[in-house]
Nanobody, 122 residues
Framework: QVQLVESGGGLVQAGGSLRLSCAASGRTFSSYAMGWFRQAPGKEREFVAAISWSGGNTFYTDVKGRFTISRDTAKNTVYLQMNSLKPEDTAVYYC????????????????WGQGTQVTVSS
């Protein structure tokens, strides 16, 4: 069982940066692929980025080049560094974990955090 707690959200101006953190409990964190998803008001939850259990493989949606996903296994934490933020990045951001490889599909993730709000003002 893995429990996930996100932090680092907030209000930022367009062009600014935020770093989201997702702290995981459980001794088997290193065996999980991790993903970040986001959900804007009135929209479905969408994939943002994912990273393999080893950290060697990363995947992104069209945020590639602005966002970077990484993980620190020793700290049981996955990060999402977000640069050059745009108003359309405003959403609740969720981290998720799954056994196996990283996936774009939210339906394949077994564990979810409670989310952290990111608001980008223009």
């Amino acid at each position: 069982q893995v429990q996930l707690v996100e932090s680092g959200g907030g209000l930022v101006q367009a062009g600014g940066s935020l770093r989201l953190s997702c702290a995981a409990s459980g001794r088997t964190f290193s065996s999980y692929a991790m993903g970040w998803f986001r959900q804007a008001p009135g929209k479905e939850r969408e994939f943002v980025a994912a990273i393999s259990w080893s950290g060697g493989n990363t995947f992104y949606t069209d945020v590639k080049g602005r966002f970077t996903i990484s993980r620190d296994t020793a700290k049981n934490t996955v990060y999402l560094q977000m640069n050059s933020l745009k108003p359309e990045d405003t959403a609740v951001y969720y981290c998720a974990a799954r056994v196996g490889g990283p996936s774009y599909s939210r339906n394949l993730y077994e564990h979810w955090g409670q989310g952290t709000q990111v608001t980008v003002s223009s």
